[in-house]
């Protein structure tokens, strides 16, 4: 007697969750869905070929995120119920927080739009589903970030515009610079004005 | 220039018998305990095996409950549904 498989393999559920979501357009043309894929001259032959190796899929990002965030939201927890906030050992901790919150927080989110546009543009299933899960990893670490850092704008100064702060503190001018060119560089994110002989 | 294959874990109870796994199955790896982390490094290349790992912690265990424990990773992937590698190729 044989027994049916209970569990699909890996490279199965892969398949399954990637190449087979997609399907072949047939109220538009491909290049009208896809315009900056060939803007920069590069030819791709066959995206059937890309494979992303960590064979991550939605089904199985979920289970195990979920898990984890369910352990750091009940550290969270603990730590509001438990006044963690006035047991710091060093004041400049908060200092470090603020900087974290305005400096690094934003760019994780900078990350998660660039991914998501690049992601819009490939044709590619392989690629496009890898760029989906990046983006939503980066989503992910803003929120969680926010959320930890949350218990401290209710009881200290500075904390509370951190997007706002993004835009005009002078020390972050470095890094928000290099994620606002990632974000907006010709090839991921550009009109579909794709020639001279265009005519929009 | 040494090219180092790496994971790091946070330093937990499942961790433990992951760490006991890896250094198994890769006797040329290099432990480090750090603060609430464990980093796992070896030259070239990290081989993390489901059978291993089974039997350190003594339950059925799939590969992917691993990115609960995981912080970062240094290597390219190539992972199933028995091992998960990290390597430097060149």
């Known amino acids: 007697m044989t027994t049916q498989k209970k569990k699909l393999s890996l ?3 892969y398949q399954y969750l990637t190449r087979d979501m ?3 357009p047939s109220y538009q043309k491909k290049a009208d869905i896809f315009p900056d894929e060939d803007f920069e001259g590069i030819k791709i032959t066959d995206w059937d070929k890309w494979e992303d190796p960590f ?6 990002y979920w289970k195990y995120q979920a ?14 119920q438990n006044n963690g906030h006035q047991n710091i050992s060093d004041a400049r901790y908060v200092n470090a927080l603020k900087l974290f919150l305005t400096g690094v927080s934003p760019l994780e989110y900078g990350a998660f739009q660039g991914y998501s546009r690049a992601g819009r543009q490939f044709s590619g299933a392989g690629a496009r589903v890898a760029c989906q899960m990046q983006a939503i990893d980066e989503l ?15 009881h200290f100064n500075g904390l509370h515009d951190f997007a706002h702060m993004h835009d005009r503190v002078w020390f972050l001018s470095v890094p928000k610079s290099f994620f606002d060119d990632a974000r907006s560089a010709r090839s991921s994110s550009s009109p579909p004005s794709r020639s001279p002989s265009s005519t929009c | 220039m040494k090219q180092l294959a790496f994971i790091v874990f946070q330093d937990n109870d499942n961790a433990r018998y992951l760490v006991d796994a890896i250094t198994q199955d890769n006797p040329h790896a290099e432990v480090q305990y750090q603060p609430a982390m464990i980093r796992i490094q070896a030259e070239k290349r990290l081989e993390i095996r489901r059978a291993t790992v089974e039997e350190m912690i003594g339950r059925e265990w799939d590969v992917q ?13 190539a992972e199933d549904d028995d091992s998960f590698v990290l390597e430097w190729k060149n």
């Open chain 1, 11 to 13: 490279k199965d559920k």
């Open chain 1, 22 to 24: 997609a399907w072949e």
């Open chain 1, 55 to 60: 064979r991550l899929t939605m089904d199985a």
């Open chain 1, 67 to 80: 898990e984890k965030e369910k352990k750091l939201y009940a550290i969270f927890d603990a730590f509001a």
């Open chain 1, 140 to 154: 992910r670490h803003v929120q969680t970030q926010i959320h930890a850092m949350s218990h401290y704008n209710k």
């Open chain 2, 65 to 77: 409950e691993m990115l609960i424990d995981v912080i970062s990773i240094g290597g390219n992937v």
